[in-house]
């Protein structure tokens, strides 16, 4: 079993839909999730952070952990085109000197 | 523009070369991070430096090899080269001024590595 599962799509949505994005982990030390957005031939960029278990809103994006269920999720809000990118969730155990560990990425279209 | 420099962008080269590649972080980060990333495996953490220093290291090749000089900037030497070797290599840069959240904020635009 992987230590990060993500479903790589493709999801396509209809422009103003809201969008669910998911991973399941196995490693139950880990304590700090991300997620970030990858646009086609570009570096990853880090949109969301939260550390232990809870919600977090900014903007149109909402993460939630859930380390009861090993399952976190990213919200996006009356998605727009210009949210079509790959969406990679991540995580880590402690905040020095381990490896971040990264779900192979969601591939999202919005459609106008 | 994250503020992180990676040269070159694009790169073709024979196996059994050696090439290097060349990160320049945000002016202050201190922590350069390595990751490559090939369709079969996704993104994996390579090594991370801090202020001159190995600080993690991941499932990094023993062909492969990094450094992180005085001024900040960082290489990562890639020898012996096969062609399972091709992929985009990524660096990352973070200074953790908000000890809340410390992580690789700061992707370049990577390094595409083409072995033939």
């Known amino acids: 079993q992987k230590e990060v599962e993500q479903d790589p799509g493709p999801l396509s949505v209809p422009e103003g839909a809201i969008v669910s994005l998911n991973c399941t982990y196995s490693?139950?030390?880990?304590?700090?999730f991300m997620w970030y957005r990858q646009y086609s031939r570009k570096g990853p960029e880090l949109l969301m952070y939260?550390?232990?278990?809870g919600n977090k809103e900014d903007g149109r994006f909402t993460a939630q952990v859930d380390k009861s269920s090993k399952y976190i999720s990213l919200f996006i809000r009356d998605s727009q085109p210009s949210d079509s990118a790959t969406y990679l969730c991540?995580?880590?155990?402690?905040?020095?000197?381990?490896?971040?560990?990264f779900g192979k990425g969601t591939t999202l279209s919005v459609s106008s | 523009d994250s503020g992180v420099t990676q040269t070159p962008k694009h790169l073709i080269t024979a196996t059994g070369q050696r090439v290097t590649l060349r990160c320049s972080p945000r002016?202050?980060?201190?922590?350069v991070y390595w990751y490559q990333q090939s369709l079969d495996q996704g993104l994996q953490f390579l090594i991370q430096?801090?202020?001159?220093?190995?600080?993690a290291k991941g499932n990094i090749l023993e062909r492969f090899s990094a450094q992180q000089f005085p001024d900040l900037h960082s290489e990562l030497n890639l020898s012996s080269l096969e062609l399972g070797d091709s992929a985009l290599y990524f660096c990352?840069?973070?200074?953790?001024?908000?000890?809340?959240?410390?992580?690789?904020?700061?992707f370049g635009q990577g390094t595409r590595l083409t072995v033939v």
């Open positions: 939260t550390y232990s278990s």
């Open positions: 991540a995580m880590r155990a402690n905040q020095a000197g381990t490896a971040l560990i």
């Open positions: 990352a840069s973070s200074e953790p001024r908000d000890r809340e959240m410390n992580t690789e904020a700061f």
């Open positions: 490693n139950s030390a880990f304590q700090y």
């Open positions: 430096y801090y202020n001159g220093e190995e600080r």
């Open positions: 002016s202050g980060d201190l922590s």
